[in-house]
């Protein structure tokens, strides 16, 4: 069966149940407890269900909203960002004092880094500080300004932030894009994300993006900034050729699996 497939099960069972544990789904889908967890964690990201203490609880789909089974679209995005986060994190070393943006890739950034020692991360991701909340040696600060969610992750937002940033001076700043493009520069979904990228760009000896592969050559409606900001690029797969050449002659560094 694959994970699509036990995804649109899993949801099957608890509709009908309404609530579920591990082991239960574990036994009747005959994988192991360790993939259910997983599958689970993932659900619970595009907001199809509750996880508890051992299992799942049942969500009503939003009224509004599409169904709450899970296209093999957005599996095959979720497993890219599983990647490039774990790329990503490698580049960070132990009592680095870091930087994480909001999006989910950062979130995978994040769940990579609790095999460091002692670092300091500031982040205005909040679903990154919560999953770096209880890792030993680590100090992590949460940035103020205005509490909004996104693609199942949320962040901090605010024109606040630009001040903020002000006095901060970072050794690694991951940032996630919503276009690249070889006249557009980098490009995000709103203007203010925008103009504290532009910030964050001042305060930091090395900027990191992380990105899939599918965001080359798309344009996003809030430019901050050419190409050539960024130090490395971790993405999923080969980037184009007209890309890399690119990369190649200004020093930018691009880095995916089995590269």
Partial sequence: MFANERHTEILTILKQKKKIT??????????????????????EQQDSLMRT???????????QGSSCFIPPESLNDYERKQSIGSLAAALV???DFIFLGPGYTCLEVAKNLKVKNRLAVTTMNVSAAIELTNT???????????????????????SVLIDYFSDIYFD?????????????GFSVLDDVTARIFRKLLEQASQIIVCA???????NAMAPFGPLTIANTIVTDGPVPTDYQAYFDGHGIQVIYPNR
């Fill in 22 to 43: 591990v082991t239960e789904l574990s036994q009747l889908l005959g994988v192991s407890e360790v993939t259910i967890r997983k599958d689970l964690e993932y659900l």
């Fill in 172 to 184: 690694k700043i991951f940032l996630t894009m919503d276009g690249i493009s070889l006249t557009r």
């Fill in 136 to 158: 030993p040696e680590f100090n992590v600060m949460m940035v103020p300004g205005d509490f909004t969610r996104r693609n199942g992750t949320y962040y901090v937002t605010g």
């Fill in 212 to 218: 899939t592969s599918s965001k080359f050559g798309k």
């Fill in 53 to 63: 203490f051992g299992g799942a609880l049942y969500k009503e789909p939003e009224k």
């Fill in 93 to 95: 070393n132990d009592e």
